[in-house]
Structure formats: C-alpha cells, structure tokens
C-alpha cells in the first residue's frame, strides 16, 4: 500500500477525542483496502480512495463507525472460540471487509446488508466452523501477549481478545511528551511547572511537582488521566536559577565602573570643549599634515583638547599606545587613554597638530586640568556633591605667531628597536663558506 493511505487513515484521528479512537475498524480500513483484488493497480492497493477515508471521519457516518468498532472488537473475541488458526484468519478477515464496504456504502455496491446482518452472519459462520452443540459465548482466555513499543511509534497492538495495547502511552508519545519532561497548565503561570515521571499504558501521566528552585519535590504527585491532561497541559521550558549571581552583581562589575568612568570623562571632555575658546587655525591635508594658527597667541592662551570617539578606560598596567593621551584620573580611580580620531563629520584640530619628541622644536605641552561637575543624583545626602574629572589639554608654551606650525611635545614617540635574532654558529660557519665559494 502507498504511503499516501496511511497518511490519510493517520488524519483520522484528528476526527476523533482523545480519549476514544476506533483502532479496530481503523485497523480494518486497511485491511479492506489490501484484501480486494480489484484495487490492485500498478502493483498497489487503491480500492479505498481519499475521498472515502475523510468521509469515515464525517459526522454523517460518526455513528456507523462507532457501531461498527463495536462488532469488530466482539468479533474478535468470538472468532478465538475456533480452534482453527486459518479458519480464525478467514472469518475475521471477511468481517472486517464486510463491515468497512457496509460503512462507507458506495453506490451500486452489490452487497446491500447492513452491519447488524453481517455480524448475524459472522456468528451464525462461527457457530458452523465449531459445531452447533458448542457456546459461542464460551470463549477461552487467550494466552497471547503483544509487546511492548521501545518508543514512539504509529503501530497499534492488540492482545489475542482485540483489546489495542499502550494505546495512550503511545498517544502522548507521538505528541511529543516524554519521561522527564516539564510541563505547565495552559494560561497557568510559567513557574508552576510538573515534571512527568511515569506515563502508564492507558496514557495517564504522573506529575511530580517543580519547585521555584527548579528541583523536584518527592512528595507532591498527582495523576492525571490522558484526556484532561492534554487538554490542559503544555510543554514549557524548564526552571533554570542563575548560578553567577551574586557574584556578577552589578556592585561587583568591572564593566559597570569602566562604563560610569567613561561617561564621566566624556561630559567632561564635551564641557572643556564649551569652556575653552576656540582657536583660530588651518588644518593642512596635502602634501603633508598641518595645522596653522591664523592669528597670534600669548602663552598660555592656545589651548586644545582632546575631544575624541575613542576612549578606553584600563584598570591595569597596561601600556598607553604611541600617538595616544594617556591620563589617570585619581578622582575616579582609573587610567584612560584617549585614541586619535578625525573623520569628515568629526575634525578635532588636536589629532591633526604634528606630535614631536623633541622639547626644542615643540610649542605646545600636555598640561592636567581638572572638571567639576555637581552630582545628578536626587538623594538629599548627595544632591550638593561634585564629581571631578582630571582631563589632558595641549596648551602653548612659547608665543605663537601667525602661520605658525603647531606641535606637541610628546616624549615617547619612537618606535621601540626590535631586538635582533642571534644567529647560531652552525648558520654563521655556512654563512663563511658561502662567501668564500662566491670570491673564489
């Protein structure tokens, strides 16, 4: 048979509660469906179509479907009364067929009966196959088993008097709930939450209880019979504590005091460049970088600051990179170093002066001043608090003249000399021998 009947017989479960599927005659549509001869086409069997299964599922054949679960499963029972395996086989075999052609009633179909004279019929076979002094009522208990399912599965078992087996277990298996599993009531609050530690056969579920701690409680279980618990139960993720606090309070981050020290040294940064005049100068791109002072300038009176977008706040002993400002703030406990950075939408005529190391040749020097800025604070205790900022800021240290090329002192420019390799004797004998094979 295809794979698009069994997807098809599947879909009717859909049609039927939880709590009640008729398996038999389900188990039955399938085999009608193998069982004619005539709905052999292309090598498969097409004698039930589409259109009829989705029709089984309908209201307007609920009824006969239920009944005809019914015969079914008491044909089963009746059938093991004959001592026979293969006259077993054909009875029911027949009946089955018998009841699904009854239930789905295509037109013109030859056999008119209805489900009760079938299984009239069924058993009068019966009682021929066995003998008409035997009870067809006696039947004996059969000693057949069906196994268990190791795990999920669309298969449905059945014990030797046609009862399916597991059922419900397989049920709540196929969607999607497994052993240790969270689960929370719908609409319920995430953090009442169950942990499923045993689904029996007939798909009741036992719940044990999760505390707020995520651990299970031992002794708060209940159990919860398959219908109501898919109806009001859903999968939820588990509760997880988060095992870095309090060491990772915010009273213990670094990042918290790097992130305040930063704003801190940026307000200040804004607030110089508010305060201090600006210069009058020209910034030269080509052929090299310059910048001029377009008017002259006592000393003391030319000032820069270093107003930058690059900012690092370092807690170590870190060394401060060439070409860049470093500063330490005792106030706030912390060093800086302000990156150069200029770019079309933001000009600081301070990372375009020319950065010598020569004191002689310089007429700017870096020189600390310190900014005060009262408290934001709405705590009457500190409303009335300052909090300084020690910032860098290039100031001249000679006169400046017009056109002057600006330039600031910074004794640590050079680059540091790279420690060369020692070469060992084994390379300097060959190194020799080379030489003295290229003179001869």
């Known amino acids: 048979m295809s794979g698009s009947f069994f997807k098809n017989l599947a879909n009717l479960k859909s049609q039927f509660s939880t709590d009640y599927l008729p398996v ?24 039930i179509t589409k259109v009829e299964i989705t029709q089984l599922g309908g209201k307007e054949k609920r009824d006969a479907v239920c009944e005809a679960e019914l015969i079914i499963a008491r044909g089963r029972k009746l059938v093991q009364s004959v001592s ?28 008119t009966r ?31 088993v069906p196994q268990e399912a190791e795990g999920p599965t669309n298969a449905i078992m059945y014990d030797a008097e046609g009862n399916s087996h597991e059922l419900g277990k397989n049920t709540l298996l196929n969607k999607g709930y497994k052993l240790k599993m969270s689960v929370m009531q719908y609409k319920g609050d995430k953090c009442i939450q169950w942990l499923i530690t045993k689904i029996d056969n007939d798909g009741a579920v036992t719940l044990n209880k999760i505390n707020i701690d995520g651990s299970a409680d031992v002794v708060a279980d209940r159990v919860v019979p398959l219908g109501p618990f898919i109806e009001s139960f859903r999968v939820c993720a588990r509760i997880e504590i988060n095992t870095t606090y309090p060491k990772a309070d915010p009273r213990n981050s670094g990042e918290l005091k ?13 607030q110089l460049l508010v305060d201090v005049p600006p210069t009058i100068v020209m910034l030269m791109s080509a052929p090299e970088k310059k910048l001029l002072a377009l008017a002259p300038y006592a000393v003391g009176r030319f000032v820069l600051v270093p107003a930058t977008l690059s900012l690092d706040v370092v807690f170590n002993t870190k060394e401060c990179p060439r070409r860049s400002i470093e500063c330490k703030c005792e106030k706030l406990g912390v060093r800086y170093f302000l990156h150069p950075g200029n770019s079309k939408e933001f000009v600081n005529p301070f990372w375009h002066m020319k950065m010598v190391d020569n004191v002689d040749i310089a007429n700017m020097a870096l020189e600390k001043r310190t900014y005060y800025s009262k408290s934001p604070s709405t705590n009457e205790r500190n409303k009335n608090a300052t909090i300084a900022v020690d910032v860098m800021v290039a100031v001249n240290t000679s006169p400046i003249e017009m056109h002057t090329e600006i330039a600031l002192y910074m004794p640590n420019l050079k680059e540091p000399e790279k420690a060369k390799k020692p070469t060992t004797a084994l390379l300097d004998s060959k190194e020799k021998v080379m030489k003295k094979a290229r003179h001869a």
């Not at 209805?114 to 021929?128: G, P, R, S």
């Not at 790097?258 to 940064?269: D, F």
């Open 114 to 144: 209805t489900i009760d004279e079938i299984a009239a019929n069924f058993a009068k076979l019966v009682c021929e196959v066995r003998g008409a002094t035997e009870d067809v009522h006696d039947t004996a208990q059969s000693s057949i």
């Open 84 to 111: 026979d395996v293969a006259a077993q086989v054909t009875l029911l075999g027949q009946l089955k067929y018998d009841i699904v052609m009854a239930v789905i009633a295509r037109k013109n179909w030859d056999d």
């Open 258 to 270: 790097n992130s305040v020290a930063k704003g801190k040294i940026m307000e200040a940064l804004k």
């Open 24 to 47: 038999n005659f389900i188990n039955a549509v399938a085999f009608a469906n193998a069982f004619a001869e005539d709905g052999v086409c292309d090598g498969f069997c097409r004698w």
